[in-house]
Nanobody, 123 residues
Framework: EVRLVESGGGLVQTGGSLRLSCQASGFARDDFAIGWFRQAPGKGRERLSCLDRKIGFTYYRDSVKGRFTMSGGNDKNTVYLQMNSLKPEDSAVYYC????????????????WGKGTLVTVSS
């Protein structure tokens, strides 16, 4: 059974930083795509980043480029999302997502979702 477990959310002031972690397990192969979505209250889910291991490329949403960085741990089952210069509009539930295939632009393209971790940025 595939599982994705996020951690690291919390309350931070504007301009602060947080690092989210995602621990993946249960994948039969290690070339799965993995990334992050978020959903703010009253809004739809938006893709923030995605690591496509098949081509070795990481995608970022324009609004977080330069502020958010996705990286991997010592094993391929752990990824991080370093978030700097946080703004109140970054407040949302952040989800770790994965797919057996490639990085999709759409949430329906991801087969697996974590339960999410809440990030709140105070002004």
């Amino acid at each position: 059974e595939v599982r994705l477990v996020e951690s690291g959310g919390g309350l931070v002031q504007t301009g602060g930083s947080l690092r989210l972690s995602c621990q993946a397990s249960g994948f039969a192969r290690d070339d799965f795509a993995i990334g992050w979505f978020r959903q703010a209250p009253g809004k739809g889910r938006e893709r923030l980043s995605c690591l496509d291991r098949k081509i070795g490329f990481t995608y970022y949403r324009d609004s977080v480029k330069g502020r958010f960085t996705m990286s991997g741990g010592n094993d391929k089952n752990t990824v991080y999302l370093q978030m700097n210069s946080l703004k109140p509009e970054d407040s949302a539930v952040y989800y770790c997502v994965a797919a057996d295939g490639f990085c999709s632009d759409y949430e329906t393209g991801f087969d697996y979702w974590g339960k999410g971790t809440l990030v709140t940025v105070s002004s």
